[in-house]
C-alpha cells in the first residue's frame, strides 16, 4: 500500500525558511517522479515544483531561487526547501509521486501541511 506523508510545515516570518519533508512508503518514487503543490483557498491548487526520473527538476515561476525539490532515496523521502518565505507562500502543501500518463498530475498524495507566512 503506498503511504505519503508531509511533515515540516508550521508558521514561519517573512523571509524565513522552512524544509517539508515528504516520508513515503510502497512506492520506488525514484522511479515515478515526485512533485509538491499548494493550494490556496479559493483557488485552484499548483504545481510548486516537480523532480523526474531523471532527477531533472521544474518550478513555479513564483518560487525560483527560492525553493529547491531534492530526494534522498536512502530514506524514502522527499524534500522541499523553502528560503525567504513570502505572505504569499501560505497554503497546505501537498507531497505527490508518480506521474500520471498525461503529465500533468500524480497518481498518490500525502494529507497536505499547512504553511503559513506572517509579515
Known amino acids: 500500500q503506498v503511504h505519503l506523508e508531509e511533515f515540516g510545515g508550521g508558521s514561519v516570518q517573512a523571509g524565513g525558511s522552512l524544509q517539508l519533508s515528504c516520508i513515503t512508503s510502497?512506492?520506488?518514487?525514484?522511479?515515478?517522479?515526485v512533485a509538491w503543490y499548494r493550494h490556496f483557498p479559493g483557488k485552484e491548487r499548483e504545481r510548486v515544483s516537480s523532480?523526474?526520473?531523471?532527477?531533472?527538476?521544474t518550478y513555479a515561476d513564483s518560487v525560483k531561487g527560492r525553493f529547491t525539490i531534492s530526494q534522498d532515496t536512502a530514506r524514502n523521502t522527499f524534500y522541499l526547501q523553502m528560503n525567504d518565505l513570502k505572505t504569499e507562500d501560505t497554503a497546505i502543501y501537498y507531497c505527490?509521486?508518480?506521474?500520471?500518463?498525461?503529465?500533468?498530475?500524480?497518481?498518490?498524495w500525502g494529507r497536505g501541511t499547512q504553511v503559513t507566512v506572517s509579515s
Open positions: 510502497g512506492i520506488y518514487f525514484s522511479m515515478c517522479g
Open positions: 523532480m523526474g526520473v531523471s532527477a531533472d527538476t
Open positions: 505527490a509521486a508518480c506521474t500520471t500518463p498525461s503529465g500533468r498530475s500524480h497518481e498518490y
